[in-house]
């Protein structure tokens, strides 16, 4: 796979693998056998790029994502960039699918998180780490300033934000060079598009998180599609709610034409819009199944001229589209 750069010098693979849903949000985390070898294979396939997070788990198992990332890419800890986020916990307490998310980025808070993601990880240092939700009690001055120290000490060698605003970009990267934001990104969630003039002028990357939409821009799921309902996050995601379908009869259309006029599939032509639209987006895919790990990792050899781009964006713009899912709800700690 070809390479990007996030930021002044974080090289990675142009698409990364989005190492969420093996743990956290998609059903019960899945097997770990299986998930070892999706991790190896993906590193095969040229995927240099892994993304988890501190709370990427379960109320039983609740740093089980990271516990699996770092033990299945040990071997091949040099050859990758790791990539993981602190500053938030779920309120296992609610009855919600999707858990709220409660922030909380004090420094003493943050220093305890990257020592124990360092061991969970089995490594000395992460790539890049990311504040996971902005945190309206502390100044991003001075998380900006804990980032600071952990990149003299070593610990860290980049860092970034995510769903962040402009605001809050600016502020940040005064302190601390900020090498990219993971912000929410697809054909259906368009709005922090808003942002690329500040990224270009600040020369910082995009990770597009859920750029498939949560798979539904793979335009594989239809009516009679189920998901674990206590588990699984999709369960209450308005994009699979059973209406929607319809709704989105003519975004599914847009996929399924412009998949075969590229002799592509439409979770590549999703994928390949974004990556063809600016240099520094990276979209992070999730996937349990090593043929649609394949598949994604595909798009990246798939060009959309800057006009085909345009056109699709216009299309985008005027059709009918259901909700999208845009994240759970934030508390106040
Ligand atoms: N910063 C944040 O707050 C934040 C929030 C959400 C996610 N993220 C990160 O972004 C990553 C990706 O986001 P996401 O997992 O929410 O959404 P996504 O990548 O848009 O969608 C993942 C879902 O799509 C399915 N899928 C993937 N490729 C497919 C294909 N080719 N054909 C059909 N279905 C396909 C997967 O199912 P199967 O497993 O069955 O293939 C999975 O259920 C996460 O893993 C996580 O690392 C970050």
Wanted: glycine share 6%; proline share 6%; net charge negative.
């Amino acid at each position: 796979m070809d390479e990007r750069i996030l930021g002044k010098d974080l090289k990675v693979s142009s698409i990364g693998l989005g190492c969420m849903g093996m743990s956290h949000a998609y059903g019960a985390p899945a097997d770990k056998k299986e998930m070892t070898e999706l991790l190896a294979a993906a590193v095969d396939m040229g995927y240099t790029f892994f993304d988890t997070a501190e709370v990427y788990g379960t109320p039983e198992r609740p740093y089980d994502n990271e516990e699996l990332v770092g033990t299945a890419l040990k071997p091949y800890r040099d050859k990758i960039v790791l990539a993981t986020k602190f500053g938030i916990r779920f309120d296992y307490e609610s009855p919600q699918v999707n858990k709220p998310l409660v922030p909380d980025s004090r420094p003493e808070v943050i220093r305890k998180s990257v020592e124990e993601s360092l061991k969970r990880l089995q490594t000395d240092h992460i790539d890049l780490y990311y504040q996971h939700r902005v945190d309206p009690k502390i100044p991003i001055e001075e998380v900006a300033g804990v980032m600071s120290e952990l990149i003299q000490e070593g610990k860290i060698t980049h860092w970034g934000l995510s769903e962040a605003d402009e605001d809050t970009i600016r502020r940040a990267h005064a302190v601390c060079p900020v090498t990219a934001i993971q912000n929410r990104y697809s054909m259906m969630a368009r709005w922090y598009e808003s942002l690329f003039p500040v990224l270009e002028e600040l020369n910082i990357g995009y990770v597009a998180f859920s750029p498939l939409a949560n798979g539904f821009l793979s335009a594989k799921y239809n009516k009679e599609s189920k998901f674990e309902k206590d588990t699984d996050y999709r369960s209450a995601m308005p994009q699979f709610r059973e209406d929607s379908y319809e709704k989105n009869r003519e975004l599914l259309a847009l996929l399924h034409e412009t998949a075969e006029k590229k002799n592509a599939t439409p979770a590549q032509i999703s994928l390949a819009w974004m990556l063809c639209k600016k240099p520094y987006i990276v979209p992070i895919p999730g996937t349990r199944k090593p043929e649609r790990l394949k598949e994604n990792a595909g798009a990246a050899n798939i060009t959309l001229t800057a006009a085909e781009v345009e056109a699709i964006d216009s299309l985008l713009e005027q059709m009918e589209m259901s909700d999208v899912f845009g994240g759970t709800e934030v508390r106040n700690r």
